[in-house]
């Protein structure tokens, strides 16, 4: 079974602070994807790697910046939190393939910026 | 560039009725379709997915779904429908490169 995990379940945070998002997966997936789920606004895609130091921007990258250094990891940073992303945070995992292949994701982060 | 449209966004059905959740999508080239489901304080999972083939696709839970091209479409069916069903579910459409993307869901509640 992929297993997708997520360093917090709940997280509450003050504005200006600098946050870290931890995801790790354990199936060797290449993809590795970061949502944002709001209400009436479905999943929006923050940031997208398909390789080790490789990123790509999604639709709503603003404010937030990602690493990933090993496979298995993939961090979202807040550079500077502010109160318009609290949100639940969604990583995910595919293997490559072109959209082939489905999404494997985390159960969430929710985060509360106050 | 793709997009998904899931009209409802809250379908409330009594225990053991069918069920239909409506997903349409525009597309210039042609995709994936996956239908995932969200339990409350969990991520998504996939229920199924349509790649190419059988326009009727199964999936888990007794779930199927139909992939119609001429209407752009690819509803979500259950013939009987348990309170363990209540959950959002989420259409999405793969672009085919690395993109995937995703209606804003709907709140399926089942009744007793």
């Known amino acids: 079974d992929v297993k997708v995990t997520q360093s917090s379940r709940y997280l509450v945070k003050r504005t200006g602070e600098k946050v870290f998002l931890e995801c790790v997966q354990d199936?060797?997936?290449?993809?590795m994807f970061w949502y944002r789920q709001d209400p009436g606004l479905g999943l929006r895609l923050i940031y997208f790697s398909y390789d080790v130091k490789m990123k790509e921007k999604g639709d709503i990258p603003e404010g937030y910046s990602v690493s990933r250094e090993k496979k298995e990891r993939f961090s979202l940073i807040l550079e500077s939190a502010s109160t318009n992303q609290t949100s639940m945070y969604l990583c995910a995992s595919s293997l490559e393939g072109r959209g082939l292949y489905e999404q494997y994701f985390g159960p969430g982060t929710r985060l509360t910026v106050t | 560039a793709q997009s998904v449209t899931q009209l409802d966004s809250q379908v409330p059905v009594f225990e053991e009725a069918p069920v239909e959740l409506r997903c349409n999508y525009s597309s210039s080239v042609s995709v994936y379709l996956f239908w995932y489901v969200q339990y409350p304080n969990q991520g998504l999972q996939l229920l199924l997915k349509?790649?190419?083939?059988?326009?009727l696709v199964k999936g888990i839970n007794g779930f199927e779904a139909e992939f119609n091209k001429s209407q752009t479409s690819f509803h979500l069916r259950k013939p009987s429908v348990h309170i363990s069903d209540t959950a959002e579910y989420f259409c999405a459409v793969s672009d085919r490169i690395y993109k995937y993307i995703f209606g804003t869901g709907t709140r399926l509640k089942v009744l007793a």
């Open positions: 199936m060797d997936h290449e993809n």
């Open positions: 349509y790649l190419s083939g059988s326009t």
